[in-house]
């Protein structure tokens, strides 16, 4: 059974410090994997598709990297407008094209 | 570009009612999908339609939901009769196959 799991669940950080959110996931083939944010009262917006191990995707503060096993996304010297709700999601190898979504990480920066 | 469009934004009535939430894809997109989003579950998909048929619904938690699709740009997710634990965000999204999921910035419903 495909299954997603983040960490951590909640994160604050000061400006300017940088960290790592965690996305690991079970799934019986890989065909992507994605990361999306969502702010309060919208949808998620998508951030990053990463397809095979080893691949890396950057936009601006954020980048993303991908093994085996699980997804990072590395936030560089965060500012507030970042805060948000990080979501990472896979879609498994087979036809389907729905997502499986983890629970997400509350991502809070101080100024 | 517009976007996936939802509506209403917020919906409120008694349990026992019907609901009907609405959605307008991207032009163009062949897929579109039904996601509920709450505290303890986070997103979860309903159901999603290929080219206007309903493709995978075991997401559908009862017999109470059905969603149609009777047409490439309009789509609807009807709850009858609602319960309080139908209490949730709905969400709407499209794509193209295989391509990243665009979403509405969905509705939220309260039961009473």
């Known amino acids: 059974e495909d299954q997603v799991t983040q960490s951590p669940e909640a994160l604050r950080l000061q400006e300017g410090e940088s960290s790592s959110l965690n996305c690991s996931y079970t799934?019986?083939?890989?065909?992507?994997l994605f990361w999306y944010r969502q702010d309060p009262g919208k949808g998620p917006e998508f951030l990053f598709t990463?397809?095979?191990a080893g691949e890396e995707k950057e936009k601006e503060r954020l980048k993303a990297t991908l093994t085996k096993k699980e997804s990072f996304l590395h936030i560089t010297a965060p500012k507030p407008e970042d805060s948000a709700t990080y979501l990472c999601?896979?879609?498994?190898?087979?036809?389907?094209?729905?997502?499986?979504f983890g629970t997400g990480t509350r991502l809070t920066v101080i100024p | 570009d517009a976007g996936v469009i939802q509506s209403p934004r917020h919906e409120v009535t008694e349990m026992g009612q019907e609901v009907t939430l609405r959605c307008k894809p991207i032009?163009?997109?062949?897929?579109l999908f039904w996601y509920r989003q709450t505290m303890m579950r986070g997103l979860e998909l309903l159901i999603y339609?290929?080219?206007?048929?309903?493709?995978?619904d075991s997401g559908m938690p009862e017999d109470r939901f059905s969603a149609k699709m009777p047409n490439a740009s309009f789509s609807t997710l009807k709850i009858q009769p609602s319960e309080p634990r139908d209490s949730a965000v709905y969400f709407c999204?499209?794509?193209?196959?295989?391509?990243?999921?665009?979403f509405g910035d969905g509705t939220r419903l309260s039961i009473l």
């Open positions: 999204a499209s794509s193209f196959p295989n391509q990243p999921q665009h």
């Open positions: 799934v019986s083939g890989l065909r992507g």
């Open positions: 990463l397809y095979s």
């Open positions: 999601a896979v879609q498994a190898m087979g036809g389907a094209n729905n997502l499986f």
């Open positions: 032009s163009g997109h062949d897929y």
């Open positions: 339609f290929n080219n206007n048929v309903p493709i995978d």
